[in-house]
């Protein structure tokens, strides 16, 4: 608990840290954060001045791949954010404690931070039985999330699990697993879907609160803009062979060997809003549409009914209209070939205005 009562910066210098460090982490935060470069000055001076939030972080009905993703977090290191960043006061997963000590500890930290901590919650909430089919620390999970809501500041819904309910949530859904909004009201919910999410969103959302005092501004299901503002679609780098109408037809075609857009093979970035197109994961490395797979929206509602995953979206959302691939086809069949008809007429009227003008110049000569 020594990040309780402390800034970042006090942090640092706590383990040693360099103030070269302090800023290089400051810069770092300034880009996750989608912040203008000359806003670092405000970032670093919140950073010396602003208190570190104690976190929270439960786990209810789930697979603990979001966890997976946090400590793969590479810009910054997920022992950057772990120690060096946020105040995680209670995690089963990582804690190096366990059983009543661990529970205790969280007691300790809900009464002794009421109203102030940040509570993350990993996993859909299962009703059915009166939530036995999900239960920590003896107890249904559900009356866990409960208590912990009651003295939070802000709610994290980590993952499409927490967000939406997630595969628990799937037809026929027999645990009548929903989503955390679904049983805590009253209280200043983030949404962060993905299955999982990517962790620089999160980090991302936990340090603009610490930083700030607030949140970054939501959408109209309580996404960060920043984060869910765009669709994959628009940020895809294999979005010109979508516009050229080059599809995939197989996934052994000449076309998937040449990276070709894969809309027809059931790709759904053209109606999914997250960053996986331009933050993508591990530093930057990849993402699913990058290693050849489409995109099967895990961060919308209900996604896992939305099948199967290999087959085309029947339209394609695009302003004031909706269009599908054999329509992107043929306008762009029909564009080329207006294209090379127009050229054709040009090339026509200028050689005959040319021989006009060399059978004219020829009469002159002859005068």
Not at 208 to 219: N, S, V
Not at 335 to 353: E, M, P, R, Y
């Amino acid at each position: 608990m020594d990040q309780l009562g402390t800034t970042l910066r006090e942090l640092f210098e706590k383990r040693n840290l360099s103030r070269r460090t302090f800023l290089k982490t400051c810069a770092t935060l300034t880009a996750i954060l989608g912040l203008a470069p000359e806003m670092l000055q405000d970032v670093v001076a919140a950073a010396e001045r602003k208190l570190l939030v104690p976190v929270i972080w439960l786990h209810g009905h789930e697979c603990t791949g979001c966890d997976e993703t946090l400590l793969r977090s590479q810009t910054p290191l997920a022992s950057d954010v772990l120690l060096n960043m946020i105040s995680l006061e209670y995690m089963d997963v990582l804690a190096a404690a366990a059983g009543e000590p661990l529970e205790e500890h969280l007691q300790q930290v809900m009464q002794a931070y009421k109203g102030r901590y940040i509570l993350a919650v990993e996993g859909a909430v299962p009703l059915e039985a009166d939530g036995i089919y999900c239960m920590v620390g003896g107890k249904p999970f559900v009356e866990n999330l409960r208590q912990a809501a009651a003295g939070a500041a802000v709610i994290l819904e980590v993952g499409s699990c927490a967000a939406w309910g997630g595969i628990q949530a799937a037809k026929p859904n027999p645990t009548k697993s929903v989503s955390v909004s679904d049983v805590i009201h009253g209280k200043t919910i983030v949404k962060i879907p993905g299955c999982p999410p990517i962790p620089e969103v999160l980090t991302g959302v936990i340090m603009h609160y610490t930083l700030f005092g607030k949140l970054p501004p939501l959408d109209s299901v309580g996404r960060p803009k920043q984060f869910y503002g765009n669709r994959i679609h628009d940020t895809c780098y294999r979005r010109p062979f979508f516009d050229s109408g080059m599809f995939v037809e197989k996934f052994d075609d000449a076309g998937s060997k040449a990276g070709w857009c894969l809309y027809k093979m059931g790709c759904r970035a053209p109606e999914a809003y997250n960053s996986c197109g331009n933050m993508r994961w591990w530093n930057g490395l990849s993402y699913p549409v990058q290693s050849g797979a489409p995109c099967v929206a895990c961060g919308a509602n209900n996604f896992w009914d939305q099948d199967p995953f290999y087959e085309r979206l029947p339209g394609i959302p695009v302003p004031q209209t909706v269009a599908n691939a054999d329509k992107v086809g043929l306008i762009t069949a029909g564009v080329l070939t207006l294209g090379v008809a127009a050229h054709g007429a040009a090339s026509l009227i200028q050689s005959k205005k040319h021989a006009a003008e060399e059978e004219e110049k020829a009469k002159e000569d002859e005068k």
